[in-house]
């Protein structure tokens, strides 16, 4: 069998090192990044000005077309080389990209990254810690364990062990040690792959706590409580219409009531995907509370006015959930992933532990080694909590509060602008940073069209929500960087594209 | 309500721009993000330097304090820029990594990444594609799609619809368009966050095809096999005993007889993870299609052995498997995350499908808009493809075949090292790129003290197996950099580290 593998070990000294460049690691691995990253940053560059707006023109065909051409045969027989697979790769999905940093892109919840959060992510990839033990992520897996505290004591700050924090106590920057483990009281947080994994973990607690718990949800839900209920073998979800838009705490009364005392989980929203509503989390926690019912809190959009003194007072109740989603890649500018689940006391993560002898077997963590396999279901996991780190360390608390209330301003100031005028029909002032209009008398078949036509243009990229059967053009600001000049073009390019007829 | 909102939205043309280097993407986010990468760039040289090793040396109590003196208040009131944060975090965790560029950290399916790989994921963190509506990933969808076919194609490249490919038919290069659709037959893969979530969508998978399916699998399979059956509220698996360390078709026959007929699934294992051995595929798959079962097969470890012409006829078989996973950060040196689940014939992913309004919409689908909803669990996802599919254009076939080959050829290389002396035991020749010893006639104790004693002073990262009821030494070689005398200079610190006695 030896002989199948007799292949070409090199020997040392054989010669200048053909494995030169080959690893982002190391010692060496700096050197070996830096002209790739040149050559990164060149067709990033490039490709932004060949895109010249939010997103390419032609629609689907011609981008997948252009896409084509650069891939090749995906999997030549023989390579091209870093440099140019760089170029033509990185450069074709640049020019190819619906880049959330030019402010006419905003329909989603998909925010541009901070340069600072970009570069910290370029360490994850190059050292590649994997978070599933400690001997793959010494140093990252400590780091992850303080960001995720913090920011669930962010989230519950009243919880016990949340107090006598060195922030909490005034001395910004003291670094003393942290006796809080894996097991012990107070809030912790769990890093997920955004908010919807979040969501999912929130049920799985929920499934654990109890025999045949069933989701009562309103209708304004995201659609990953019902996809995470189907995933984990639970009911469907009792749905509670939500007219309002938001969750009524006397209508979750009474789908609680109708379940006659079964074990139950509330899921309400900090930061509907449709509208950025917030459900009055006071009001459906009592009621939870009266009957006996577990809360989650899906403040995926939300979370973050936490971190602003004057915004922070529209989240009051969320400190009196069970579990807390809560995510940095949208109100936090982080690059895809940055989710949390946090939760008030870190021991109601215990259902998810779980032992895997070559990663966590007992005699290790008896001798110290810590046990990690419990804080996700994934096993190998990208230390996404390095950028976050980085992040919060460079903005602090005052610099993330300004970025969320500039974004909150440039949603009034948009919305100010659909009600001032009279070709647009505004459906609430936001809550959040999402703008929610259509046209003035004009019907659905015209929202869709004017829609798609900006997008296959390459003019903008507008959302859409179905509202009170209507349906209606969705701006998710979520640009901390827009002007208000900026507002008004957009506003300018959907009255243009209104005017055009109904012709493709 | 707008008050509240009247934060410091500023007005155009009212001075220098404040925010400019703030965002990574947009035409100015390569020249913000330049600087920054510079920092990165010298705290990772810094770090390996302080590092001096595969390891820190100290053991988790001192990384740890490291970490929290780096951190300091990790939320602070004030941030301290962008430059400070990053040269201080980054310098800690480069420091405190353990780092799978150098040759003596070889415990876990823990792999160094490529330059080119970690490089090119960089621009995924800058233009933050999210891979769950064409119009927030335009052109990364269609790249997706193209690569995700490709690998599959690979895997099953008898599957209808995997022939008459411009690879196939021998012209390296030629680009041409590509008429399979997310519907359409043939080949076809999901990306996935890892083995782990692989393995759990082919559990679920089966989940859906039909009323109790019960998972069958060895005792060599992974812990995610039995973690994902829990989480999906299936039955525990049934778990067939693997006393040669490879699952037996003959007893895998016995366990589906004793079903009575009941729908099940084999999971069988390519690579498994405790010594990297590959279950008989073509014999398993005999036995599950006399009986009507499903196969899944684990592939993550082994499936890129299907890279070298010399080394694929280790996985025959694999192609009469309903879903296999393939994971692309163990020998594909990819940065976290690189997995895949790959499929014979996309239809088969339909269970997966779903909708929601505000991401693709009926009529937006009709209307031409790709619907990519339904190609993950997950809702926002980064675009890990897209350093996979710069990686195979820079490498091609030829050269993962002829990193995977040197990989295995090191593991030959130390498997004969071990068999040669006399103080060690080998396990078994190793398969693909294990290998697993002990000290000849030492105790588990001596196993397990010496380990932790090499990894707490930082000088090696070895892992861990329990096999025949004794633990061994595991040494998983995934570094293609390695070389003869690093793998000496592995065994020799074994050695010493054993001649020092049992104190700790």
Known sequence: MT???????????????????????????????????GTVLEALERGAVERGGPLPCG?????????????????????????AALDSLVGVVAEGAA???????????????LAVAAAADVAASALNPSMDSWDQAPAASELEA????????????????????????????????????????????????????????????????????????????????????????????LVVPTPQGVLDPAAVGVALAGLGGAPSLVVATAGTTDTGAVDPLGGIAGVARRFGARLHVD???????????????????LEHAASVTFDLHKLGWQPVAAGFLAVP?????????????????????????????????????????????????????????????????????????????ERFELYARPEISTVVFRPAGGDDALVAR????????????????????????????????VLPGDLAALLKLVEEAMEEGSGA
Chains 1, 2 share one sequence.
Do not use: I
Request: proline residues 8%; charged residues 20%.
């Open 345 to 421: 006391d870190g021991r109601v993560l215990r259902p998810l532990e779980h032992c895997a002898d070559y990663l966590n077997a007992g005699d290790d963590t008896e001798a110290g080694l810590p046990d990690l396999l419990g804080r996700s279901l994934r096993t190998t996991r990208r230390p996404d909590v390095l950028k976050v780190a980085v992040t919060l360390r460079a903005l602090g608390r005052a610099g993330l509060a300004g970025l969320v209330e500039r974004t909150c301003a440039a949603a009034a100031e948009l919305a100010g602008l659909v009600a001032d005028g």
């Open 59 to 83: 629609g689907p065909e011609a981008v997948a077309a252009r896409v084509r051409a650069a891939a090749g045969a995906v999997l030549p027989r023989e390579g091209v080389g870093a440099a």
């Open 146 to 237: 303080l960001v995720c505290r913090e920011l669930a004591r962010l989230v519950f700050p009243g919880a016990a062990g949340a107090e006598d924090r060195p922030e909490a106590s005034g001395r910004p920057d003291a670094a003393g040690p942290d006796a809080a483990g894996p097991d012990a009281a107070g809030p912790d947080a769990l890093v997920t792959t955004g908010g919807t994994e979040a969501n999912q973990l929130g049920l799985l607690l929920a499934r654990e706590s109890a025999r045949g718990v069933r989701v009562v949800c309103g209708a304004n839900a995201h659609h990953s409580v019902h996809r995470s209920a189907w995933l984990l073998g639970m009911e469907p979800p």
């Open 99 to 113: 880049d959330p940093a030019e402010p006419l892109c905003a329909a989603h919840l998909h925010c541009p990254p």
């Open 450 to 481: 004017v829609r798609r036509r900006l997008l296959e243009r390459g003019q903008a990229v507008l959302g859409r929500a179905s509202l009170g059967g209507r349906l209606w053009w969705k701006v998710t600001l979520l640009n901390p960087a």
């Open 3 to 37: 002989a199948l593998f007799a292949g070409p070990l090199r020997a040392a000294g054989s010669g200048p090192d053909p494995d030169a460049g080959l690893l982002a690691g190391g010692a060496a691995g700096p050197a070996a990044l830096r002209p790739l990253l």
């Open 299 to 317: 403040a995926a959009y939300g979370g973050p006015l936490l971190f602003s003194e004057g915004l922070r007072g529209r989240l009051a109740g």
